[in-house]
């Protein structure tokens, strides 16, 4: 199944965009789901439809829904949750609180990541439009399932070894709430099957992210930033998306000249920045773009002869490769800022730091006793040098 992520800085247009191109790919044929990834919803007032957390059918082929963390996290773990309502109600909290601090730090994220897994595994759609948050809560959202297994990973594993012994203890001196094996259960499902369902569906060829921006600095200075974090996380870009764009006539005008100048240079910008994702423009419209018959003209002039489903252009991956000299780690980061990077190898992890976000890499085995030795960024990919140490063997071939 194809999934498309819209994402960009607060009112670009990325929720108008996302639903364009969901009612383009249904009017073709494919079975299509536009969701809203964002708690603010406001695809339901793009669409003119009533949303609510489950799929509604709005034309043939076209699905909508706002996907709602409460519900989703009751799904997923509804006994983790209820086992940290109580203990809070315990401690003397009401329990209309106790159920808000009962929600886990980046719950909503990560329910919504395990709603689109549920809805991409249900089969019932050929593509999956997802209209994400604004940028900071976007990278959360794709960076939490990498980010959050070691932490859960490491939670899990001193609970049950304090759970093993203090529990029985406990139960006989203390009165509150304590996990039972229900809880463990639900925390292992989490971290070993739904989690790296995730991963691997964010980071799958079939998933790739669109950059919504419109002609303004910084939106475009965000938008590199994205660009730039997406690629360490692995989660492919395949096209820009640049909204808002003056219309020929109206540049031409004399109030418009000096602006329309300043927007063809930024779109050019823009073209020479993200090179080689291709960029689809879209005029600014002259009234708000609602109702599915504008969406569909607005489409048409956003994707032209393109299909909105269609991987528009195929990214680099992070390779770990082996030359004459040395054993090389090559990552992916367009638009990096050398100065502004930190490279260091931790045990058996690559950890690559930028001025917003920080990824352990786990390196293949044979990297692993291995110095890091250098790195260097080229083009906008970083390539970091290991060698053995003096004496070592010389091993065998990646």
Not at 35 to 53: E, M
Not at 340 to 348: P, T
């Amino acid at each position: 199944m194809r999934l498309v992520l819209y994402t960009g800085k607060g009112g670009v247009g990325k929720t108008t965009t996302a639903a364009a191109a969901a009612v383009r790919a249904a009017e073709s044929g494919l079975r299509t789901l536009v969701a809203s990834a964002d708690t603010a919803h406001s695809l339901g007032d793009v669409l003119q439809q009533r949303l609510g957390p489950e799929p509604r059918e709005l034309a043939p082929n076209l699905y909508a829904i706002e996907i709602d963390p409460r519900v989703e996290s009751a799904r997923h773990w509804g006994r983790l949750q209820s086992f940290l309502a109580r203990l809070f109600v315990h401690q003397g909290l009401e329990e209309s609180v106790a159920e808000e601090l009962a929600l886990l730090p980046g719950a909503d994220e990560l329910t919504i990541l395990l709603a689109i897994e549920r809805l991409a595994q249900s089969g019932d759609y050929d593509l999956l439009v997802l209209d994400c948050a604004p940028t900071d809560a976007a990278l959360r959202l794709v960076t939490l399932p990498d980010v959050a297994r070691g932490m859960v990973r490491l939670a899990l594993q001193l609970a049950r070894a304090l759970s093993g012994v203090a529990v029985p203890v406990f139960q006989r001196v203390w009165s509150a709430p304590l996990p039972g094996a229900d809880v463990f259960e639900e925390a292992e499902s989490l971290l070993y099957v739904e989690l790296a369902a995730l991963h691997a569906r964010l980071t799958a060829p079939s998933t790739t992210a669109r950059l919504v921006v419109t002609p303004e600095r910084m939106v475009i200075d965000e938008a590199r930033r994205s660009y730039t974090e997406l690629a360490l996380f692995e989660v492919a870009c395949d096209a820009v998306v640049m909204n808002r764009l003056l219309p020929e006539d109206a540049a031409g005008e004399p109030f418009f000249r000096e602006w329309g100048r300043v927007q063809e240079e930024r779109r050019r910008e823009v073209e020479a920045l993200f090179a080689p994702l291709p960029v689809l423009c879209a005029p600014l419209q002259e009234d708000e773009v609602t109702g599915l018959a504008r969406l569909s003209a607005h489409a048409g002039q956003l994707f032209r002869d393109a299909r909105p489903e269609a991987v528009l252009c195929r990214s680099e991956r992070i390779r770990f490769e082996r030359d004459a000299d040395a054993y090389w780690a090559r990552v992916p980061l367009p638009g990096a800022d050398p100065a502004r990077l930190d490279v260091a190898k931790v045990d058996g992890d690559l950890v690559i730091t930028t001025p917003a976000r920080r990824r352990a890499l786990s390196l293949p085995r044979r990297f692993v006793p291995l110095h890091l030795t250098g790195a260097r960024l080229d083009a906008g990919t970083l390539h970091v040098r290991f060698e053995r140490a003096a004496g070592d063997g010389a091993g065998e071939p990646i």
